[in-house]
Every structure is written in structure tokens, then in C-alpha cells.
């Protein structure tokens, strides 16, 4: 909803702000509305208008690239678990409880982190939601099954090594972990939004000001405006992985359940 608000915001603003010139342009004297004083107000506003589109693309690369880092990075997550799981199956039925753990972590995050989704089957702790992406539980269940993993106690070397593996395993699952815990997130501070927003404000209000009065000019301030706002809604949307319309799927840490149910 913030996201919708915001560009909501900026595509009223914008709008009004080409109204409010398009109204000073009637009142103007005809000697602050020449051809030089048209021509000298575009080129100076070109200055803005060519710095305000440098900052939107650079914003826009940032944001997608954290958002693909994180899509990245939760697909590894994903498949250092099914790893896991197999190494813990490889061991025998002694682990089948620190299966029984795995799977109980992964039920909860898929719950936890996608609401709005279906949630996955079986028992499994809840929480009530928590701003942020950072939850203290969901790591203590990890945590909890590192400390059972090497409390394994193997009775041959094939098992010896195998426990080693585990143990490996277990410490990239949780590296991988925070590495998605610290991967930048809502990076767009409001004093930004604000500044950026302001910007936009005084090139349409110059567009209002310095255009022709006529249905076509307003439509295309209207689309312009409305493009304009869209492309913030997708600068915000995706500066937040999680939630929006556009966010990292559960598909891979669902596809992760699934192999840790079929070997059951």
C-alpha cells in the first residue's frame, strides 16, 4: 500500500503542478510570454529534466540489481537445503529427526514471510508478523539443528565423513541465510522521495506553463504524468523483494519442501 500511495502522491502532485501553469500562463503578461522567455524557461529546464532522468535510470538499474541479487541468492538458499536433506537421508535414519527439523524450518518460512500465499501442510510454529526481514526464531530453529547435526555421533568412517559433510553443509545453509538477511532492502530513504518528487513538480509545472491549451497537450500530460508515477511505483516495489506486486517467488523454497517430502 505504500507503494500505491507514493505513486498516487507524485502522480497528483504532478498533475496539479501542470494545472497550476497552465493557470499562470493566462495571467502572464504577454512580455513574459514570448517566444525567447518560452524558449530561454525550456532550456533551462532541460537541465533538470535531463538530470532527473540520469537519477530515475540509475535508481531503477540499483533497485533491480539488489532485487535480482536477492532472487539470487534465495534460489541458492533453496538448494543448499534440498543438499542438506540428501546428506542427512545419505546418513540413515538417525537423522530422520533432524529431517523432521529441516522441514519444519522451511514450512515456517514459506508461512511467515509469504502471508498471502497458501500455506504450506503439516505442523509448524506461527508467528504474528514483524517489520522487517529478519527473524530471530526462524534463525534459532536453524541454529537449533546445527547443534544437533554435530552432536551426531557416527560409528564408522563412511559415517565420520558423511557427518563432516553434513556439518559443511549446515554452516553454507546458514551463511546463505544471512547473506539474504543483509542483502540491501528498501534502500529509498523518504528524504530521496521527497527531493525526487520535487523535481518532477517543477518540470511539469514548466510543461504546464510553457505548452499550448488544448485537449491534446492535456492528454499527453495526463499519460506522461501517469508514466511518470508508474515508474516510481516500480522503483519502490522493487526496492521491497517481499512484498508488492512484483517479489521474489516462494516457488524455489516450496520446490525444497517438496524434495524434503517426497524422501520421506
Known sequence: MWDFGVAGLVLLLVL?????????????REQHKSR??????????????TFTALVLGLVTNSVK????LFDTRMRGFA?????????LREYGADTDPLRAMLRTYVATAIA??????????????????TPGYERQELGALLIELDGAIRR??????????LADSIAARTTETLQQRWLLVVTPQDTLS???????TSWLVMIFGVFGLSSARNLVVSVTIVMCALSISSAVYLILDLDSPLTGLIRVSSGPLRSALSHIDIAR
Open 79 to 87: 538448494s543448499d537445503i534440498i543438499e542438506l536433506d540428501q546428506r
Open 152 to 161: 551426531l555421533a557416527p560409528t564408522d568412517d563412511f559415517h565420520r565423513k
Open 190 to 196: 523518504p528524504p530521496f522521495i521527497i527531493l525526487m
Open 112 to 129: 511467515d514471510t509469504w502471508r498471502d500465499e497458501p500455506r504450506p501442510p503439516g505442523r509448524y510454529p506461527a508467528f504474528a508478523p
Open 36 to 49: 525567447e522567455t518560452i524558449d530561454a524557461v525550456r532550456l533551462i529546464i532541460s537541465i533538470l529534466v
Open 65 to 68: 540489481s539488489s532485487y535480482d
Open 16 to 28: 496539479v503542478s501542470s494545472g497550476a501553469g497552465q493557470i499562470l500562463q493566462r495571467v502572464l
